[in-house]
């Protein structure tokens, strides 16, 4: 991503995907990815760190709401800290103003990962639990018992922010 206003690259966004551009000084807020349902803001600044799901594409530095994830532009997938993920959940619900949705749900796709698929934390190389996340929206997250990272999938937020139940 490069700052709008002067078209340097940007190295790192901070909450609410605010930056301060190094070249020109300019506070600016940048604008989601175009085709995102998450409203997932990336820098295009590549991290280290390998997606956990498309093995050929590195996550890059961005946000979500208020807070610093990492994000793969290709499926829009997004790791983050749990602690991060539950403010998250609860801002998201308590704005969505639009119809409960319980969405559509294909156990082959969207259920937890079996034993022979499970991610490993890119950040401690422990194998990451897969599992039914216990609030609203039937979702199946994937998480890191030591290091308390999560990975949601493209559209996972959304559905849980929409889904029904108590705001
Ligand atoms: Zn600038
Ligand atoms: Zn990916
Ligand atoms: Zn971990």
Same mark, same amino acid.
């Given at each position: 991503?490069?700052? =709008?206003?002067?078209?340097?690259?940007?190295?790192?966004?901070?909450? /609410?995907?605010?930056?301060?551009?190094?070249?020109? /000084?300019?506070?600016?807020?940048?604008?989601?990815?175009?085709?995102?349902?998450?409203?997932?803001?990336?820098?295009?600044?590549?991290?280290?760190?390998?997606?956990?799901?498309?093995?050929?594409?590195?996550?890059?530095?961005?946000?979500?709401?208020?807070?610093?994830?990492?994000?793969?532009?290709?499926?829009?997938?997004?790791?983050?800290?749990?602690?991060?993920? /539950?403010?998250?959940?609860?801002?998201?619900?308590? =704005?969505?103003?639009?119809?409960?949705?319980?969405?559509?749900?294909?156990?082959?796709?969207?259920?937890?990962?079996?034993?022979?698929?499970?991610?490993?934390?890119?950040?401690?190389?422990?194998?990451?639990?897969?599992?039914?996340?216990?609030?609203?929206?039937?979702?199946?997250?994937?998480?890191?018992?030591?290091?308390?990272?999560?990975?949601?999938?493209?559209? =996972?937020?959304?559905?849980?922010?929409? /889904?029904?139940?108590?705001?």
């Amino acid at each position: 991503m490069n700052c =709008e206003s002067c078209g340097a690259p940007v190295s790192r966004l901070g909450r /609410a995907g605010r930056y301060h551009c190094d070249y020109c /000084a300019s506070q600016l807020v940048a604008t989601p990815l175009r085709d995102s349902i998450d409203g997932l803001v990336l820098t295009g600044t590549s991290t280290e760190t390998a997606c956990l799901t498309c093995s050929d594409e590195n996550l890059e530095l961005g946000s979500l709401d208020a807070y610093p994830i990492e994000g793969c532009r290709k499926c829009q997938g997004v790791l983050l800290q749990r602690s991060a993920f /539950a403010q998250l959940v609860s801002e998201r619900r308590a =704005e969505y103003v639009g119809p409960d949705r319980a969405g559509e749900f294909d156990p082959a796709l969207d259920g937890p990962r079996d034993h022979h698929s499970r991610l490993t934390c890119p950040n401690c190389q422990t194998l990451m639990d897969s599992f039914f996340y216990a609030g609203p929206g039937r979702v199946a997250i994937d998480s890191c018992c030591r290091c308390e990272s999560v990975w949601l999938d493209c559209g =996972e937020i959304s559905r849980i922010a929409e /889904a029904p139940g108590r705001r």
